[in-house]
């Protein structure tokens, strides 16, 4: 069955970042069924932008919404599902896909059933050739901490494909798994929701893959992807560093080189 795709673009601002996001979804090669734009409380050029992207329905929320409640808001307004082949793609503001990244998510999927979710390579909005991440993982407290994080792209990555998570930026999923799954937790913060959708996926029996040709550039404003602010960054190092002490805790180096556990 041809697969069909709905599109949710969510905008809490406008501007550059959204007008490129809604260039980069017209020149998709392979274009989404149906576009559903949701207008969270924007007080900028937000609004005219989306109306003039001609979506196929423009919501707007009369207060912020987080990212998971507005594709939640959008979601309820489709008919109800009645294939697999029915997919959900997720895209904040400042995710402006690469032209065949739809096309190769939609690949990815089609060729295996078992696979719910799909997530691209996020690249920098200034500078493509860094990836700013690709893949999550979880710290031993639950947090998410990506795979791969602002690297220069050389493609060293590119045959990862089975993982724990992906990014809730630009992420492909199975309408059915979906609604199953209740979609994203809206009392998590933003950043762990895709962690926490595709952990649920997996223990639901399904897979969630990386798709390295499907490549989305990210503004880093941390309303779906990455948040590249300086502070959050530093968080995520500080998250980093207690998981790769967690994971090593009572564990000495004798002058042979073998750890042994000590406690």
């Not at 969510?10 to 017209?26: E, F, I, K, Y």
């Not at 909005?125 to 893949?135: K, L, S, W």
């Not at 220069?152 to 992906?166: F, K, R, Y």
């Not at 809206?186 to 926490?196: M, R, Y």
Request: proline fraction near 7%; charge should be negative; aromatic fraction near 4%.
């Amino acid at each position: 069955m041809y697969p069909r795709v709905t599109a949710i673009v969510v905008a809490p601002s406008g501007g550059t970042s959204l007008q490129r996001t809604l260039d980069a979804l017209a020149a998709q090669t392979r274009q989404p069924d149906a576009v559903i734009a949701v207008d969270c409380a924007s007080t900028d050029d937000a609004a005219r932008l989306l109306a003039d992207a001609k979506p196929t329905q423009l919501l707007r929320s009369p207060e912020k919404l987080s990212f998971g409640t507005a594709i939640a808001t959008a979601v309820r307004v489709l008919p109800p599902t009645t294939s697999s082949d029915e997919l959900l793609w997720l895209l904040a503001h400042d995710t402006a896909p690469e032209p065949e990244a739809l096309a190769a998510l939609i690949g990815a999927l089609e060729v295996s059933p078992s696979v719910a979710v799909v997530g691209p390579k996020l690249v920098d909005a200034e500078d493509a050739a860094f990836i700013r991440e690709f893949g999550e993982s979880m710290t031993p407290f639950g947090a998410s901490l990506p795979l791969v994080e602002n690297e220069l792209d050389q493609a060293q990555h590119d045959g990862l494909s089975d993982v724990l998570a992906v990014s809730a930026a630009g992420m492909l999923v199975r309408q059915p798994v979906w609604d199953a799954l209740d979609g994203f937790d809206p009392a998590l913060p933003t950043v762990d929701s895709g962690l926490d959708f595709c952990t649920r996926a997996r223990l639901a029996g399904y897979r969630v893959t990386l798709v390295a040709q499907a490549r989305v550039a990210v503004g880093g404003d941390g309303v779906a992807g990455p948040n590249l602010s300086r502070k959050w960054s530093v968080r995520r190092k500080l998250a980093g560093s207690a998981a790769g002490r967690s994971s090593t805790a009572g564990w000495s180096t004798h002058p042979v080189g073998r750890s042994c556990r000590t406690g």
